[in-house]
């Protein structure tokens, strides 16, 4: 099956500083990618779809000045938590989907840690 | 209310022996059903996606059903390894493409 990775696996940051998270798809276009977020013992919850050369869509709730989206190439999707506080320390993960098939590919996660 | 349910919540079995967990859906309109398997810190990944027109679809020792008249999915799993210590989660996909996803079963395998 299709291959998706991100980048960092985890990080560790301080709390007012921004980290940036890459999502690769590595062996097929992906006109659309999905970032989502997961806390402790629950489900995925979806932040935002990202399409390749416009601006991405945010869910209900979801900051848009907080959690940047930027999907810059048909493989390469990027979120940046700016001045991330302690409470957004979560599990990212980001998907993507082939153009014409219903399959979504997950990336292994990003733990981010923020002290 | 587009809803995802899954039962149970968690469950504890022997390895070796087979276990079937059960998904409820309020999704319209349906476009398929998914059923994904997260280990601990890791992403999904995928088992099996089923069609409306699709009763059962088999992946190795996962097995899953479709009612989609009563909107109702199983993934049975024969012969349980340790390996087989994740969280299953049910996902309905609706025809403009949202996805709306169960809270998982969490599964434990013990030797």
């Known amino acids: 099956g299709a291959v998706v990775s991100q980048h960092p696996s985890r990080v560790i940051c301080k709390s007012g500083t921004s980290v940036k998270i890459e999502c690769r798809s590595l062996d097929f276009q992906a006109t659309t990618m999905f970032w989502y977020r997961q806390f402790p013992k629950q489900s995925l919850m979806l932040m935002a779809t990202?399409?390749?050369?416009?601006?991405?869509?945010?869910e209900q709730g979801v900051e848009k000045d907080k959690f940047l989206i930027n999907h810059a190439s048909l493989t390469l999707s990027t979120l940046t938590v700016t001045s991330a506080h302690p409470e957004d320390s979560s599990f990212y993960i980001c998907s993507a989907e082939e153009p014409g098939l219903i399959e979504q590919y997950f990336g292994p996660g990003t733990r981010l840690t923020v002290t | 209310k587009n809803q995802v349910e899954q039962s149970p919540q968690s469950l504890i079995i022997l390895e070796g022996k087979n276990c079937t967990l059960q998904c409820n859906y309020t999704v319209s309109p349906f476009s398929n059903l998914r059923w994904y398997k997260q280990d601990t810190g890791r992403g999904p990944v995928s088992l099996t996606i089923m069609t409306f027109s699709e009763n059962t679809k088999s992946n190795g020792r996962y097995t899953a059903t479709l009612d989609a008249d009563t909107k109702q999915s199983s993934l049975h799993i024969t012969a349980s390894q340790l390996s087989d210590s994740a969280s299953y989660i049910c996902v309905v996909r609706r025809s403009n493409y949202q996805l709306i996803w169960g809270a998982g079963t969490k599964l434990i395998i013990k030797p």
């Open positions: 990202s399409n390749e050369g416009s601006k991405a869509t945010y």
